[in-house]
């Protein structure tokens, strides 16, 4: 009966050595799966804080026309022509946009309006 008992206790102490070593790699597991989460969520932000600027800058194209209206000086189908020729091409859209005030537009506009012909009446 002693032997029986030493046997018992003897089982109960590898249990236990194993439910140590299963925390262990439960916290482990947990640890991995944090960092992961901490990875996606800054992955995430990369993503929306790109697509807000995407937003921003299609915005600003919808309105391309609307700053080249406020041109003076210039007929509307003068500015109807400059617009085509600059709608063309998003990169083009996009300098525009980035010039820094109304007379580097200006310029800008006028470069595009010598190289678009003329319409035939």
Do not use: C
């Not at 932000?45 to 391309?64: A, Q």
């Not at 005030?101 to 200006?106: C, S, W």
């Amino acid at each position: 009966m002693i032997y029986a008992l030493k046997k018992k206790s003897a089982g109960r102490k590898r249990k236990r050595n194993d439910d140590v070593v299963m925390e262990e790699k439960l916290v482990a597991t947990l640890g991995d799966i944090k960092s992961a989460m901490k990875t996606v969520g800054e992955t995430l932000k990369v993503i929306v804080d790109f697509l807000e600027k995407e937003r921003e800058i299609e915005e600003r194209r919808k309105n391309f026309f609307a700053e080249i209206l406020k041109f003076e000086g210039l007929s509307m189908e003068e500015k109807f022509r400059a617009g085509l020729s600059i709608i063309k091409d998003k990169s083009k859209i996009d300098f525009f946009i980035s010039l820094p005030d109304q007379e580097f537009k200006r310029i800008y506009i006028m470069d595009h309006l010598e190289a678009v012909p003329k319409p035939e009446n």
